[in-house]
């Protein structure tokens, strides 16, 4: 265990450092730049290269790269171009809104895939069986942000019961107003990704049934349900997981839709209105954290699947 | 098994759809009032209320100085910061005294003297001063000036102080655009010395509202300042959220979480309409200018231009995008010198096949359009359908706003672009020479410096007049339509702004009823 440790947290460190490169010389790639939302439409060339000279953006790239590199190993993400605030800071304002929707996003998804799921295995032959096979369809393909139309407009203008949109001026201040604004983000993100999962718990679930160990549980005199609790699930949790380390990035995808629909000051609406001003060096911060939470989310994923399962741990 | 699954899933969700999809559809906006019921008397406001109100884009920057965008004007412009003069958008852009509560012109032209209102302070409580102004303008006209409009100062030669509450400004030659310079934002005067850079963090103005907050992604925050000199704000606070869905704006205005929607989309303004709303329209200065790469053929070809402009039809453009107005050239009517150009080139499908077909075009022509993604998609339909019409095959290539800047502004590398030309009075382009229309004309050019430097207005507005028939007479542009903006206003909120409301929003008269 201790050597897969140090094996795979040196694949997360050179995985890292790959990313920062590809995150960097991507974003250069990208027509625009920020020099042009500063100076706007009236700026002549002269004033646009003034501009770039005063942000440094004329010194190499190979510079450019070093210094932000400098600036990421000391734990500074650097300042926006456009108005000086501090990347790292802004980030923090910002997953205060995006990490409880995310993790929101996935209590609502295994609330609604797990019961579900292991119930259609239950029943696969039968009519619920199939009943909430075809819901999943139903919640897989429905998108997400047609979902966040169709709960605003029940649950806040019919009913006035959650707020629209928009997320408490003094953010978490009051917290059961910033609760209540993540109600619905959080059903309309958990019930898409939720749709996914179930399929997967589903398919999961029915694997395990079919599985000898769980006959020969049977055999022993449990019931079905009993030998599934004692026997089954483990096994069907693997998959399950690694599926759900994946949603987690896809999760991060779906909230910048979410927060879109719900006007939410979150990580993925920053990101979309920085990378529109060419703000650099800010969204490549946030980028960069971003993947480095996917990565880190698959590495944690690695090691939960040792912990889950014995045979893995094994020297083969 | 799984194949049977779908049937009621495709089923539900068709259901569904025709169930809550029914909100974009409605084209007429429905009754608009024709004016704002008058604000009632203190005793029945509610003079510590905050007023929410949803804007669409966010500044990118504080500095109002250094950083480009009409997001920051709105916000920051009247209510933040004031310049000598200001506009007054709902009086048919009049300019009116703002820090200067009187000024003259010297008979030649060449002098303006400034006599500065009494009792005027910056937010930190330092008086103001005729030095105030005589720094903030010298910022402008200092060689190599950050400035994001210190082109438009450029005639002055010199800025001087005789006296704490007197400000003269001497020009090098006649400037009738100088008054109108004034009152935007590069006339504003900040405290001498501020440091721009740090105006992110904290501003310091004169106006009626101090900065409160800015929560960068989602608010503003406005609080009125107990110092000013005049009429109070009658509202406590003022909370711009900038909310760019419209189904989300919309949503907000119903719930009331908005007292006051600008820029909401006239296409989704049905349930505004039964009651509890008011619905305001008022024009803008936003001009959809359909460009042509006139240093590319066949575009250098004016014939070829003109019958582009023929094959569309602006009313089809206008109802596509739900309100609008026909302009037929670069000028507003709000403008001094606007005149209703609209019958030249009209639409006429006809026509505009003879004049391809003497351009050397009898089969017809196909030119792609360039336009950022951000303006609705219903647009390009129309035009693709319009220029079909004339022979003319269209493919519209999306592009993202940076994109389109990068490509179309600054390397002209297109044939024809699609944008907002949002600025109010901004004629002058069609006279830069390196301009991405890439029209020259040498007479347009002396016309307008002309009016730059005319005896009067009337003068002024006469050459301005001529500029504008010669550009709609050379199709130098087709102009699809003038904005309209739409602002639905609560029940009991007063004194809102109409007209041209993402360039300013002076909120000094915003009330609140108890």
């Known amino acids: 265990m201790t050597w897969y440790l140090v094996r795979r947290t040196g694949l997360l460190v050179l995985s890292l450092a790959a990313a920062g490169v590809l995150v960097f010389t991507l974003l250069r790639l990208l027509p625009g730049d920020v020099a042009a939302t500063i100076g706007g439409l009236r700026a002549e060339p002269e004033r646009l290269a003034a501009i770039r000279a005063d942000l440094g953006l004329d010194r190499p790239l190979v510079e450019q790269y070093a210094s932000w590199l400098a600036g990421v190993a000391r734990g500074d993400l650097g300042r926006s171009q456009l108005n000086g605030s501090s990347v790292g800071a802004e980030l923090g304002r910002k997953l205060q809104v995006t990490g409880p929707l995310a993790a929101g996003g996935v209590v609502v998804a295994l609330v609604v895939a797990v019961p579900l799921g292991t119930w259609a295995a239950l029943r696969s032959r039968t009519a619920v069986g199939t009943g909430i096979s075809a819901l999943a369809q139903v919640g897989v393909a429905v998108p997400t942000l047609w979902l966040g139309l169709v709960l605003v407009l029940v649950f806040s203008v019919r009913l006035g019961w959650l707020p629209a949109q928009g997320f408490p001026v003094d953010g978490w201040a009051d917290p059961g107003a910033a609760a209540r604004a993540l109600v619905l983000p959080c059903v309309a993100l958990g019930l898409t990704e939720g749709a996914v999962l179930l399929r997967f718990v589903r398919s999961a679930v029915v694997g395990v049934l079919h599985a000898d160990h769980l006959r020969t549980a049977r055999a022993t005199g449990l019931t079905r349900g009993r030998a599934l609790w004692r026997h089954g699930f483990r096994n069907a949790a693997l998959p399950v997981v690694s599926v759900l380390g994946l949603q987690l990035a896809a999760l991060l995808v779906g909230a910048v839709v979410v927060e879109r629909v719900f006007a939410l000051p979150g990580v993925g609406s920053m990101l979309v209105a920085d990378v529109g001003n060419r703000d650099l060096v800010k969204v490549q911060g946030e980028v960069f954290l971003l993947v480095a939470v996917v990565l880190v989310i698959g590495f944690l994923v690695d090691v939960a699947h040792r912990l889950i399962d014995p045979r893995l741990r094994e020297p083969r | 098994m799984r194949r049977l699954a779908r049937i009621p899933?495709?089923?539900?969700?068709?259901?569904?759809?025709?169930a809550a999809c029914g909100t974009g559809d409605a084209v007429d906006p429905g009754p608009v009032a024709s004016g704002q019921e008058a604000t009632p008397p203190d005793d029945r406001l509610d003079l510590d209320a905050t007023a929410n109100v949803r804007a669409v884009l966010e500044p990118t920057s504080l500095n109002l100085f250094g950083t480009a965008g009409a997001a920051l004007d709105q916000v920051l412009l009247d209510n933040v910061y004031e310049g000598l003069l200001s506009v007054d958008p709902d009086d048919g852009d009049r300019i009116v005294p703002r820090l200067a509560e009187s000024h003259t012109a010297s008979p030649d032209g060449l002098t303006y003297t400034f006599r500065l209102v009494s009792g005027a302070r910056f937010h930190d409580g330092t008086p103001l001063t005729a030095?105030?102004?005589?720094?903030?303008?010298?910022?402008?006209?200092?060689?190599?000036?950050?400035?994001?409009?210190?082109?438009?100062?450029?005639?002055?030669?010199?800025?001087?102080?005789?006296?704490?509450?007197?400000?003269?400004?001497?020009?090098?030659?006649?400037?009738?655009?100088?008054?109108?310079?004034?009152?935007?934002?590069?006339?504003?005067?900040?405290?001498?010395?501020?440091?721009?850079?740090?105006?992110?963090?904290?501003?310091n103005g004169t106006g009626p509202f101090t900065l409160a907050g800015w929560n960068r992604g989602a608010t503003i925050t406005l609080r009125r300042n107990p110092d000013y000199r005049g009429a109070r704000p009658k509202v406590a606070q003022v909370v711009f959220h900038y909310i760019p869905d419209p189904n989300a704006a919309?949503?907000?205005?119903?719930?009331?979480?908005?007292?006051?929607?600008?820029?909401?989309?006239?296409?989704?303004?049905?349930?505004?309409?039964?009651?509890?709303?008011?619905?305001?329209?008022?024009?803008?200065?936003?001009?959809?200018?359909?460009?042509?790469?006139?240093?590319?053929?066949?575009?250098?070809?004016?014939?070829?231009?003109?019958?582009?402009?023929?094959?569309?039809?602006?009313?089809?453009?206008?109802?596509?995008?739900?309100?609008?107005?026909?302009?037929?050239?670069?000028?507003?009517?709000?403008?001094?010198?606007?005149?209703?150009?609209?019958?030249i080139d009209a639409h006429d499908p006809g026509g505009a096949r003879e004049l391809l077909a003497r351009a050397g075009f009898p089969d017809g022509l196909a030119v792609t359009l360039t336009v950022p993604s951000i303006y609705p998609r219903s647009i390009g339909d129309v035009l693709v359908s319009n220029l079909k019409e004339a022979g003319i095959t269209l493919t519209v290539r999306q592009v993202e706003f940076q994109t389109w800047l990068s490509r179309v502004y600054r390397d002209k590398d297109f044939e024809l672009s699609l944008v907002d030309h949002a600025e109010p009075r901004d004629l002058v382009n069609f006279t830069k020479p390196g301009y991405y229309f890439g029209y020259a004309d040498e007479q347009v050019r002396e016309w307008f410096a002309g009016a730059r430097s005319a005896a009067s207005d009337a003068e002024r507005d006469g050459l301005l007049k001529k500029v504008a028939r010669r550009i709609t007479e050379d199709a130098a542009a087709d102009w699809l339509f003038l904005n309209q903006t739409h602002t639905v206003v609560r029940e009991g909120v007063y004194g809102v702004p109409v007209a041209q409301t993402s360039n300013r929003y002076d909120l000094s008269a915003l009330a609140v009823a108890r």
Not at chain 2, 9 to 14: D, E, T
Not at chain 2, 291 to 315: E, G, Q, S, W, Y
Not at chain 2, 316 to 341: K, R
């Open chain 2, 131 to 203: 030095a105030d102004v005589v720094w903030s303008l010298e910022q402008q006209t200092a060689p190599g000036s950050k400035g994001v409009y210190a082109a438009d100062f450029d005639a002055i030669a010199s800025v001087t102080a005789p006296d704490p509450a007197t400000v003269v400004v001497s020009l090098r030659q006649r400037d009738t655009f100088l008054l109108w310079n004034l009152a935007q934002r590069g006339g504003v005067v900040y405290r001498r010395g501020t440091d721009f850079a740090s105006l992110d963090g904290a501003a």
């Open chain 2, 250 to 343: 919309d949503n907000a205005q119903r719930t009331g979480q908005t007292d006051v929607q600008t820029a909401a989309d006239p296409t989704l303004l049905r349930p505004f309409t039964g009651g509890g709303f008011t619905v305001l329209r008022g024009t803008t200065t936003d001009k959809y200018t359909l460009a042509f790469n006139a240093t590319r053929a066949p575009f250098d070809d004016p014939d070829v231009r003109r019958a582009i402009r023929r094959a569309i039809d602006k009313r089809d453009v206008v109802g596509a995008v739900g309100a609008g107005t026909l302009i037929g050239s670069a000028v507003p009517p709000q403008d001094p010198w606007y005149e209703d150009l609209t019958g």
């Open chain 2, 9 to 18: 899933a495709a089923l539900i969700a068709a259901a569904l759809c025709t």
